[in-house]
């Protein structure tokens, strides 16, 4: 298969890969920055959708980001792969920030009816034993949270996703239109050339 390792990553590298790419995230969100302004669209749809995916990347329910992302981009437009590329706002080194956001917000959303303030200690034997009561005071404020915050990362990638793809292209068009006067000239000259050389026969 094309593209595929020559040796396999175990899952150990492929957990220490994504957690941390042998590039640095610095890299890996800079490639998939690059990938992302080549995909072929209008820029509002490629623009929507990454909004769309760092909307859904506040969502505390990891794993169903992705299907949200679809689902919201069948609804309400935008281009689906610059809505997964969208999902990566939410990465290992901004889920700690995300999530603490989303729980403050969701606890002052909440108000008198939140369960608490403070995150609950949790165990894996508590976990066990009483899965919804453990996990409940702590998803539910950053469900309702996740709201608000995902909003901001939405319209806060929306803008300069826009400005960014609209230069891409102008420049892509730019740089196209002018390889094609260049490739015309050629073959008027060519042309020229050639009709010089037959006159002279």
Do not use: C
Request: positive net charge; glycine residues 8%; charged residues 15%.
């Amino acid at each position: 298969m094309m593209f595929k390792r020559r040796n396999p990553l175990s899952p150990l590298e492929r957990l220490r890969q994504f957690l941390w790419p042998r590039a640095g995230w610095s890299r890996a969100l800079q490639y998939l920055w690059q990938r992302t302004v080549r995909i072929q669209g209008a820029p509002h749809d490629i623009a929507f959708g990454l909004a769309v995916g760092a909307f859904i990347s506040a969502n505390p329910l990891l794993g169903t980001h992705i299907i949200w992302a679809g689902i919201i981009v069948y609804f309400f437009g935008g281009n689906f792969i610059a809505a997964v590329a969208g999902t990566w706002v939410g990465n290992p080194l901004s889920f700690p920030f995300i999530w603490l956001a989303t729980f403050t917000m969701g606890n002052l959303l909440m108000g008198a009816n939140a369960p608490t303030t403070e995150i609950p200690e949790l165990s894996l034997a508590l976990f066990f034993e009483a899965p919804f009561e453990t996990l409940g005071p702590v998803i539910l404020p950053m469900l309702v949270g996740s709201i608000p915050v995902g909003l901001v990362l939405g319209v806060s990638t929306y803008y300069p996703s826009l400005w960014a793809i609209e230069l891409y292209q102008n420049r892509r068009r730019a740089v196209l239109a002018a390889k094609r006067v260049v490739n015309m000239k050629i073959r008027l000259n060519k042309k020229g050339q050639d009709e010089d050389d037959n006159a002279k026969v």
